[in-house]
């Protein structure tokens, strides 16, 4: 994101609406560090807490197994 600072924060939440016994699995990219579940079932809803810390993104997860 551009122009964030130390401190910034958003939230993401994702629901597995798959029709399948399908399993989404969550992982970080470049600055970003997953905390967490990071799977997330058929029909079940993980939420995702993002804060920028010293120049990265830390994201907590919690629901989703």
Known sequence: IEGAANGDQFRVVITNTSG???TITLAGGTSV??????TIAQNKTAVIDFVRLAGVWEGYVSGGA
Do not use: Y
């Open 20 to 22: 399948g016994a399908n």
């Open 33 to 38: 560090t997953l905390r967490g579940t990071l």
